[in-house]
């Protein structure tokens, strides 16, 4: 079990606490900005953020590539399996 020492405990944390302010501040943004410029402006922060951490050793590309893998299943894939299942077809 994790303890609160844990960096995958604090991450997880963390992560959670990210995304429930990105949540309060996201129906701001989308009643300014179309879906598809909120997207592009995140997509813009997240390339740029992992240009960021590779640069300064944070992660390597390979890491990089795999976040961007993630998103990929994430957005086109069906949700109904566990990450890196095979697609089904349609």
Request: aromatic content about 4%; some cysteine.
């Amino acid at each position: 079990m994790p303890t609160s020492s844990d960096p995958d405990d604090l991450f997880d944390r963390q992560l959670r606490d990210c995304t429930v302010d990105l949540n309060g501040i996201l129906p701001a943004l989308a009643a300014r900005y179309s879906p598809v410029a909120v997207i592009a402006a995140l997509a813009t922060h997240v390339g740029g953020g992992l240009k960021i951490c590779v640069q300064s050793g944070v992660c390597t590309p390979d890491q990089a590539r795999n976040l961007l893998h993630l998103l990929e299943r994430v957005a086109f894939e069906n949700d109904s399996g566990p990450p890196g299942a095979p697609r089904r077809s349609a």
